[in-house]
């Protein structure tokens, strides 16, 4: 029995600091110009001066005041309603409350219906520790799922099997709404594709986190935030997509907000048929009579899901609130693949030819089900939060498989025939509890510290039968048929310390953690139990140089342990040349990262440059063995160390209020070494990558968007990914009075997105070539409405639009 430990973790403090001012309070009242009638709903914005990124919102109530609580300092003020003029103001927030008194706009010379975004819309917004990247802004990714929105984000890239890399490190963390899912890192796919792009708000890259985050992840954090409005009374949008190749999505986003209770809730379903080939070759020097292995196999994917969120959120007064939510996913995929085999001599000439049919059933299902509190200090007092959660799921797969053996003529060896079953059913359990404190010391300076508990529980099972042609009846295989057990419990404290000084802003903290982990693998009656604790420190510093020009540099350790895939020493016996094994003796890996980062912004032009360096000890990677000098078998194992040093520029350009681009640049070396077999390997190589993301405004027409990226060849331990490079393009037009939006993008336009991969050993070489089906047409279309009525009992607009909606 694994033990529950105490949850009290001791925490080690480290004085330290970062730029966090004073709070003050904007508060005001927003009224028309010429009868002074308060307008309620209207959208106030608190933006940086530098790079107009919005720094914190509001809405007005129903006499017009709004209030607004952020850190000390000078800020652009927005206010906009539609049919009136857009209002911009200079607001220097120095003192704890500044009252702005009456806002007063005027009525638009132009009718609702005639009224246009003038801007081409920004593609991301730089926050302290973040970018954040507006996906509502992106019509390349509409109609596909989150996978497809990764895709179109700079410094990120996707491989043949839906993971995840930022900045060249493939350990990511995946969030949805700030929180882990139940899903193992293993599956990151499964995580993604189960979100059409309609469901999501933005997404936040987090390269380098504190340790206010858990320390998993050493290429960062991905925090994908799904839609949900604030907006007083009832409003919402309905969605719906068709894409060449029988593929469609629909949905709903419905928010009520009133007297202090707010309800809101998602809907989405998908239907999804894909096609993937899949190529490789590979050569064995081990002297077999069949040295040559020829595959190809073709692949027909049929997926359906179904994502429902519902949740309600109290104001308890006096800054207080209370959130109940739930996920619901259900999902199954049906599966047809053809595998073809061909044994072949060293002249050439075929062997034998195996033909292997497979044809799947896959349903899953997984809910979660959470509470949370938020105590508000606004500036002047703590914050607390405190947040539990607790999901679980399950999955039944099973696959049947004809197999059939043909000879060098191409004639059938009925003798030879297999027929088998391969169940693999799983169920796991996730719950966590976390509580955050913030409280300011003066107007520089704060400490944060917090607490955090996640259990998980894995249980993975396989069950491969064959059929008995002369007693016709299916017989157990014992050597695949196994199961494994894994139990994961981490207790972890944190403290931060932030100040700043003139022109210095610093923060520095510890994060604690308490690892306890056991596996169980019933096959060979073995328990593998690994307890430790670590100690995770951060470091960030920002200095001011001058006005929108900033210098920062930050450190901080991180910790990738090994995932239920990567451990469990279950044979995947789908591919029985091409086989997966688990290593349950893995260890967890320890990277310390390093950056330096300039910023420069001016009025249509900003670029940042950023200097990385990351070490890895006992680095996880995948190594390729020869298994019974026939079938290739993959496999984990602990690597020495990986190095990877990088430099990563951003450039984004704001040509007009039609125009704008962001071109993103990544340089960097990787090295890894390690021993395979008691053989040392080493392999080290330059990659690089090279992405642009634009838009076009033709004004009165339609929105155009454009994302080209090239990614450089990869190393792995004992070979090497090939370039990848794609383009996609995107129109969207808004129409039913802004209330409605229609986009068209075409993604993989020379349908050139191909993954390749070689790899090499003393007793093989492979090559092998992998394709999905990436170009693809899709029409979506999005309806916005608000069922309330105003004051006047007219019906006013909901702000929804595709350049300014902010909240």
Do not use: C
């Not at 990124?53 to 017009?64: H, M, N, P, T």
């Amino acid at each position: 029995m694994q033990k529950l430990h105490p949850y009290i973790i001791a925490i080690t403090l480290i004085l330290s600091t970062s730029g966090m001012p004073g709070q003050t309070i904007i508060t005001g009242t927003v009224t028309e110009e010429s009868s002074a009638e308060p307008l309620e709903f209207t959208q106030v914005a608190l933006l940086q001066p530098a790079d107009s990124s919005l720094v914190a919102g509001s809405v007005s109530d129903s006499d017009g005041s709004f209030q607004i609580s952020t850190a000390s300092g000078s800020y652009l003020l927005r206010v906009t309603f539609v049919g009136f003029e857009e209002l911009w103001m200079k607001v220097d927030a120095m003192d704890d409350r500044v009252d702005l008194g009456a806002i007063r706009l005027n009525r638009g010379t132009e009718e609702l219906d005639e009224v246009e975004i003038t801007a081409a819309a920004r593609l991301f917004r730089s926050e302290v520790d973040r970018r954040v990247y507006n996906v509502e802004n992106m019509p390349v990714a509409e109609g596909g799922t989150a996978i497809q929105v990764l895709e179109t984000l700079p410094s990120v890239q996707v491989d043949e099997e839906g993971n995840i890399s930022l900045r060249g490190s493939g350990n990511i963390l995946i969030y949805i709404d700030g929180r882990p899912t139940n899903l193992s890192s293993d599956d990151t796919e499964s995580i993604l594709e189960q979100y059409p792009a309609s469901l999501i708000k933005d997404v936040e890259l987090i390269t380098n986190p504190s340790a206010r985050y858990e320390a998993e992840g050493v290429g960062g954090i991905i925090n994908i935030n799904l839609k949900e409005s604030r907006l007083q009374g009832l409003n919402g949008q309905v969605n719906t997509s068709t894409a060449t190749g029988s593929k469609y999505t629909g949905g709903t986003t419905m928010n009520y907000h009133n007297n202090g209770i707010h309800l809101f809730s998602n809907y989405a379903y998908q239907y999804r048929e894909l096609w993937e080939e899949n190529i490789s070759l590979r050569e064995n020097f081990t002297g077999t009579a069949s040295p040559v292995l020829d595959q190809n196999y073709n692949t027909s994917n049929y997926r359906q899901s179904h994502v429902l969120r519902t949740g309600v959120e109290f104001d308890l007064g006096n800054d207080q609130d209370l959130r109940l939510h739930s996920n619901l996913n259900f999902r199954s995929r049906d599966r047809n693949r053809q595998y073809e085999l061909r044994n072949m001599n060293s002249g050439g000439t075929i062997d034998s030819l195996l033909v292997r049919d497979l044809s799947e059933d896959q349903y899953r299902s997984d809910y979660e089900f959470g509470i949370s509190y938020f105590r508000n200090g606004n500036g002047t007092d703590n914050n607390l939060m405190m947040q539990m959660s607790y999901a679980f799921g399950d999955q039944d797969r099973i696959e049947y498989f004809d197999q059939r053996l043909f000879d060098p003529n191409l004639n059938e060896d009925p003798g030879r025939r297999s027929d088998q079953i391969y169940e693999r059913p799983l169920d796991n359990r996730l719950f966590l509890f976390q509580l955050d404190y913030e409280m300011p010391l003066s107007e520089s300076m704060e400490v944060e510290a917090g607490l955090r508990s996640t259990i998980r529980n894995d249980n993975r099972e396989q069950i491969f039968s064959e059929f008995d042609f002369d007693n016709q009846h299916y017989v157990l295989n014992n050597i695949i048929t196994d199961r494994f057990e894994y139990n994961q419990q981490i207790y972890a404290g944190y403290l931060i310390f932030s100040n700043s000084w003139n022109r210095l802003g610093y923060q520095a903290g510890l994060r604690a953690e308490q690892t306890y982990t056991r596996s169980y693998h019933p096959g060979n009656d073995e328990s593998n139990e690994k307890n430790y604790f670590s100690l995770f420190p951060s470091f960030f510093m920002n200095y001011e140089l001058g006005e929108n020009h900033d210098i920062q540099a930050n450190y901080s350790r991180r910790v990738r342990r090994p995932g239920i895939g990567s451990l469990m020493p279950l044979i995947n016996a789908q591919d029985l040349m091409n086989l997966r094994i688990g290593n349950p003796n893995l260890d967890p890996s320890i990277t310390d990262n390093y950056e330096l980062s300039h910023i420069r912004s001016w009025d249509n032009y900003m670029i940042t440059s950023s200097l990385f360096h990351r070490t890895t000890q006992n680095a996880l990677t995948r190594i390729f063995i020869l298994h019974e000098d026939l079938a290739s078998m993959v496999t984990w194992t602990n690597a020495h160390t990986n190095y990877s040093t990088g430099f990563e520029l951003i450039n984004y350009f704001d040509f007009s209020n039609n125009v704008n681009a962001t071109l993103t640049g990544n340089f960097y070396n990787s090295t890894i070494t390690g021993e395979n077999n008691g053989e040392p390997f080493s392999n080290s190589n330059y990659s690089w990558s090279l992405s642009l993301l634009s838009n076009f405004r033709i004004p009165g027409l339609f929105n155009i968007q454009l994302m080209g990226r090239y990614q450089g060849p990869r190393i792995i331990p004992q070979g090497e990914i090939e370039p990848v490079y794609a383009l996609n393009i995107g129109l969207r037009r808004n129409i039913l009075d802004q209330q409605g939006t229609v986009s068209l993008n075409f993604s993989d336009i020379f349908n050139t997105r191909m993954f390749s991969l070689e790899t090499m050993s003393p007793e093989f070489y492979q090559h092998r070539q992998f394709n999905r089906e990436s170009r693809i047409i899709t029409l979506s279309f999005t309806y916005r409405f608000r069922g309330f009525q105003d004051r006047q009992g007219a019906s006013r607009d909901d702000g929804f639009d595709d350049t300014d909606g902010l909240f």
